[in-house]
């Protein structure tokens, strides 16, 4: 059991390696690709231990159904991985939706394959000198490691969980802060719309009166002889600078038309 809980801190780790160079390739830049703060991914060190608890046997006999077997494990490790940290923390850590072949953005057929071949040279290359390294070591060290290793992978393990919850808590608040703003939003986009309307249809009715289409003329009117009457250039910049002079002046004047006809 010691050297199990060893090969699963080794290929963890090996694992970690792994994401963070494809990771160089990808971006060109260092991203800790890892589920915890450490430099660990424990998907790879469960993904090794499968291969080497129930493959051990089969590999000595037969090499084809060692990397079948391979594909098969690191395919269904990731398809319930997957599945439950999105499930559990409402995240997808990988996806791989825009491949062909894939089921759920969860597992492709391509990565499937490049698992199985990953996990046949690892278990036929690596492997052996592992456990080499492993049968020179002292036993009490191996479980004195192996203990010091899981209280850090427990703290970091809980450290991780605590943020991720924490973050989701939070993004929920903001959720919910989110959802009453637009509501509040919405509230009031409908009664300026309403009021909006109303005066809309208001200014509607009211335009159509007869006296109000006679007042209109009549400012049309004066429009055009004030116009008319400023003649000069200096006086046309003016109109057109400052609009509102004339606008000023047409409501005085309307204003006195509307006083001498009550």
């Known amino acids: 059991m010691r050297f199990y809980i060893g ?33 660990l991914c424990p998907i790879y060190g469960f993904g090794a231990l499968g291969v080497i608890y129930f493959l051990t046997d089969i590999a000595k006999t037969n090499k084809l159904y060692l990397f079948f077997g391979s594909v098969f494990i690191a395919t269904a490790l990731e398809l319930v991985g997957g599945f439950l940290l999105e499930k559990i923390f409402h995240k997808k850590w990988w996806d791989y939706s825009d491949m062909r072949f894939n089921v759920g953005g969860y597992i492709c057929l391509e990565f499937s394959i490049l698992w199985g071949l990953a996990c046949f040279v690892l278990y036929e290359a690596v492997h052996p000198l592992i456990v080499r390294f492993f049968a020179f070591l002292n036993p009490k060290f191996i479980f004195y490691a192996n203990a010091i290793l899981l209280v850090i992978l427990a703290i970091d393990l809980a450290q991780t969980i605590l943020t991720l919850v924490g973050l989701n808590k939070k993004f929920k608040k903001l959720q919910a802060a989110s959802e009453d703003i637009r509501e509040v939003s919405d509230d009031i986009g409908k009664r300026v719309y309403d009021r909006t309307m109303a005066i809309k249809e208001k200014r509607e009715e009211i335009a159509d009166r007869p006296r109000v289409k006679e007042i209109e003329a009549k400012r049309a009117k004066m429009r055009a002889d004030l116009i008319n009457k400023f003649d000069k250039m200096s006086e046309k910049r003016l109109i057109k600078a400052f609009p509102n002079l004339v606008e000023d002046l047409l409501d005085r004047v309307e204003k006195d038309i509307d006083d001498l006809e009550k």
């Open 7 to 39: 090969y699963f801190f080794v290929y963890a780790f090996i694992g970690w390696i792994m994401e963070v160079s494809y990771q160089a390739v990808k971006t060109g830049r260092f991203i800790n690709r890892g589920f915890l703060n450490g430099p």
